[in-house]
């Protein structure tokens, strides 16, 4: 439920509500609007009678969030939420490019290649220094040096970075130098993992899991939520499916199901989903198409000696081109959808539902606690 105060509402008529929630037994969480403070209610097994809270002071309604992930749903918050990373804006009306290599080799290559991407295009560096290898042979990435890597890249370039953390052992240590921490596809259900990361300040990059519902990706994301950090991005990298044409199967239809569900920028990754290089610019251009926030690409300048995913990792001509196309996308985009912005009304019921309430074609999450 979300307990809505009136405009104006002083802090202490909203402590007053705050407290009545809790004692109750729930958890309130206030979400500052531009208007008005709405207030979540968090943690209440079942239905939350709102009598005692609509007669306090500077009460205006209270409504209903039909969704199981509270803090993430529209319903919770109209608006379009914009992450500021060192001055470098994700979400809402931005288009947001991250690109750089999957590992971080040494200095000279993560250099190289950072030059490159800025001058085309890139706001955002990547680059992977603990790496979530398949087989244990492979290459597993630089450690802290990789990390340290990083924070010369950003200073010389002025590029924030974005690395991730493959579990809670290394959390403190990526979260000290990294800008946006990535919480990998393999890791998106490491519930602990997630609640680190809901304690952290740093903004967080969630990538969608190997086979996840968007309801369990988006579950996830109300992990770290709940545990108070509201700067979650999420990243769609496609999912496993029957082809073996590409890596993974990107599944575009998700960047608009989630925009409707939640107000939290989604960005999308046709790197890890294609597999191969020849589709990663088809695939960026049409996730544009479909409103995403931003783009994640891995880029080598010479990717046939790349430690890690070479084959699907663009040449930085390639990422030129690809950085001019979607320049002309996203204004087509823009301009067809009002400046990209969202109507703010209340999206219950948009989505095709089963008889449980869960969006059609969805897994129960009932059982897995
Ligand atoms: C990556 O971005 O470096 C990565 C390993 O991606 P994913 O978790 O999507 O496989
Ligand atoms: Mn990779």
Avoid at 2 to 23: C, F, K, N
Avoid at 87 to 104: D, S
Avoid at 256 to 267: D, G, K, N, T
Avoid at 316 to 332: G, N
Wanted: aromatic share 6%; charged share 20%; net charge neutral.
């Amino acid at each position: 439920m979300l307990v809505v105060m009136r405009r104006g509402a002083t802090p202490d008529e909203i402590e007053a509500v705050v407290s009545g929630i809790e004692q109750k037994g729930y958890t309130a969480r206030p979400i500052p609007g531009g208007e008005r403070v709405a207030i979540c209610v968090l943690h209440n097994d079942g239905p939350v009678d709102a009598s005692s809270f609509l007669q306090l002071p500077a009460v205006k309604e209270a409504i209903p969030v039909t969704r199981p992930y509270k803090l993430v749903s529209r319903e919770s918050q109209a608006w379009d939420t914009t992450i500021d990373v060192g001055g470098v804006l994700i979400g809402n009306a931005h288009l947001t490019i991250m690109a750089g290599p999957c590992a971080i080799e040494n200095e000279i290559q993560a250099l190289t290649i950072a030059r490159m991407v800025k001058k085309t295009g890139a706001h955002i560096f990547r680059g992977g220094a603990f790496k979530p290898r398949t087989s244990p042979y492979a290459f597993q990435g630089l450690g802290e040096e990789g990390l340290k890597i990083l924070a010369r890249v950003r200073l010389e370039t002025g590029m924030p970075v974005v690395t991730e953390a493959i579990d809670h052992e290394v959390f403190d240590l990526v979260e000290q130098y990294a800008d946006i921490v990535q919480i990998g596809a393999r890791n998106m259900q490491n519930f602990s993992l997630l609640r680190r990361a809901g304690k952290s300040r740093k903004p967080v990059l969630l990538k969608r899991g190997l086979a996840a519902t968007i309801e369990e990706w988006l579950m996830a994301a109300e992990y770290v939520m709940e545990g108070g950090n509201d700067k979650v991005i999420l990243c769609e990298r496609g999912v496993r499916t029957f082809a073996h044409h590409s890596r993974n199967t990107l599944d575009l239809s998700a960047v608009p199901v989630v925009r409707q569900e939640s107000h939290l920028p989604v960005i999308v990754d046709p790197s890890h989903a294609a597999g191969f290089r020849d589709q990663v610019v088809p695939l960026g251009r049409a996730a544009v198409a479909v409103g995403c926030h931003g783009l994640m690409v891995e880029v080598h300048h010479a990717p046939e000696t790349a430690l890690s995913d070479g084959p699907q990792s663009l040449y930085p001509a390639q990422f030129s081109d690809l950085c001019r196309q979607i320049e002309a996308i996203f204004s087509v985009y823009k301009t067809s959808t009002n400046g990209c912005r969202q109507t703010g009304r209340n999206v219950t019921g948009s989505l095709a539902r089963n008889a449980s309430g869960k969006i059609a074609g969805s897994q129960n999450l009932g059982q897995a606690g």
